[in-house]
């Protein structure tokens, strides 16, 4: 008798943990507001990304089309896999001396791990990283960037 | 014409070959491309030998040609799941060979951090767990929580998942302004969301037929086979990394070691979910207390390591993470070794799941918590 009572107490107590598992998901079949869930591609509009999101890094230019890099090559130096290249060239400044200016920032997207080593190497905050996360292209060749915009100079006052 | 005769065999006689099934690369439940060669008599377990290196990556070499600076980021990409902890393990082995003392606040920070990313790794393993054994819903709901610790790291340091917050000095940036408020409201959040896990897989029937009393690990055993972390913890081996040799911020505050005795595979569950409960009173200890001052010391942008070697481990999600570095007075290490806890965890298997059935084979791998890349490296 006790074995049958036992038997059958396992049995409804087994249905019990049961309903209790279901009373969880129930709540929140029948309380949608609790839902998390976001509609990404629609959602665009109104998304929220962290201002400190490392996305890309990028250069910011002012309104005459000037940055802040001198060309030193630093952030090619703390890269630890190569995604940044620095082609500097040769200018003359107006009292005639030789001085050393970016041609061309080459960023790598492809190769690039954000790990934000290139943006603390910069003396002159000349790069920083963009909150863009959305880096899909149709060929690779697409994720080869040049940083500083075609004919762009230096900023008046940034020093080495 | 040859005379037809009747031949009867008696089972002695039937010989049979072994039955061998590849378990993975592929298959969803090793998480990862783990290959388990399981050798079955019908639905039994006689044999399980682990085939690792699909994923291997080489990290240990690629570290002799990168300063010490650059080494963390790598390390992001082992344990994927507990990306700080190993940041940290790397950050602390170059400040002791360097003799750097570390800014209070920057301790501070990294314990906070530890422990947010301890409960991010354990309700990932929760969600993946109850998947592994056939309920779907845990996997939503783990990940929905999950979420709130991602976003408050997003907020921070600016990376989800491959960190690289903890560097060799301090942390990366000072703590966002909304940091405090943020985790003091995701505690709260989630102490009400805990027992709803408890509710929804813990008591379930059929979930504890399956686990409890199925795939026992010894004390002997996981002492021999090396097992850390909360596996080597439910069998009643005292192994805390965070009690044993206290870093960062943790000889500060109170804890206890949550222990377990039965070492079977329910221990092993139980265990994460309570060690998700002691994470969140070691935050709440320390939140509030952040000491002002500076977040890093200053580093030179080439560090160079005196000769000699260096020892340090941490406690990640999974168990004991070493670091071990040979140095010759150059910029980079001359050898790198990582002692990660999957590798030791994974080998533990064979012995614990021989004769039990297939499913329960999903199962205790499933509390072994293995992440595939920290085996391979």
Known sequence: MKSIIKYFGEIIGGFITLLTGMKVTARYFFTPWNNVTQQYPENRATLKIAERFRGEVIMPHNENNEHRCTACGLCELACPNGSIEIISKSVFNEEGKKKRAIDKHIYHLGMCTFCNLCIRACPTTAIVMGQNFEHTVWDRSELTKVLNKPGSQLMEGVKE | ?377
């Open chain 2, 1 to 377: 014409m040859a005379e037809y005769k009747e031949v009867y065999l008696t089972s002695d006689e039937i010989k049979t070959d072994d039955y061998l099934v590849n378990m993975g690369p592929q298959h969803p439940s090793t998480h990862g491309v783990l290959r388990l060669l399981v050798k079955l008599e019908g639905e039994k377990v006689l044999n399980v030998q682990p085939h690792i290196g699909y994923i291997h990556s080489g990290i240990e070499k690629m570290t002799e040609s990168l300063t010490y600076i650059q080494i963390p980021h790598l390390t992001d990409r082992m344990d994927y799941l507990a990306a700080h902890m190993n940041n940290e393990a790397v950050s602390l082995c170059v400040e002791k060979a360097l003799q750097v003392e570390v800014p209070e606040r920057a301790k501070y920070i990294r314990t906070i951090f530890d422990e947010l990313q301890r409960i991010a790794s354990h309700q990932l393993w929760w969600c993946a767990f109850g998947m592994d054994m056939g309920a779907l819903t845990t996997f939503f709901y783990g990940l929905r929580d999950r979420e709130d610790i991602l976003d408050i790291f997003e907020e921070t340091c600016g990376a989800r998942l491959t960190l690289n917050y903890s560097i060799p000095g301090g942390v990366m940036f000072d703590i966002h302004p909304n940091f405090q408020r943020d985790v003091k409201a995701f505690i709260k959040k989630f102490r009400a969301k805990l027992p709803e896990y408890e509710r929804l897989l813990t008591g379930n029937v059929i979930f504890r037929e399956r686990t409890k009393g199925v795939g026992i690990l010894s004390k002997e055993e996981a002492i021999a086979y090396g097992v850390t972390g909360p596996s080597g913890r439910a069998s009643g081996f005292s192994c805390d990394i965070r009690k044993k040799q206290p870093y960062s911020a943790y000889p500060y505050v109170k804890f206890n070691e949550i222990m377990g005795t039965d070492g079977d595979t329910f221990t092993r569950y139980h265990l994460r979910i309570l060690e998700m409960f002691e994470s969140m009173d070691i935050i709440e200890q320390l939140i509030d207390n952040i000491p002002e001052g500076d977040y890093a010391v200053k580093m030179k942008g080439v560090t160079k390591l005196p000769e000699g070697e260096y020892y340090q481990r941490v406690e990640t999600g999974r168990g004991e993470f070493g670091v071990y570095v040979i140095s010759d007075g150059k910029k980079n290490p001359y050898r790198m070794k990582f002692r990660s806890p999957g590798f030791s965890n994974l080998f533990a298997i064979n012995n614990i799941a021989k004769g039990w059935k297939i499913a329960d084979l999903v199962a205790i791998m499933g509390t072994f918590d293995l992440v595939i890349p920290d085996i391979d490296r």
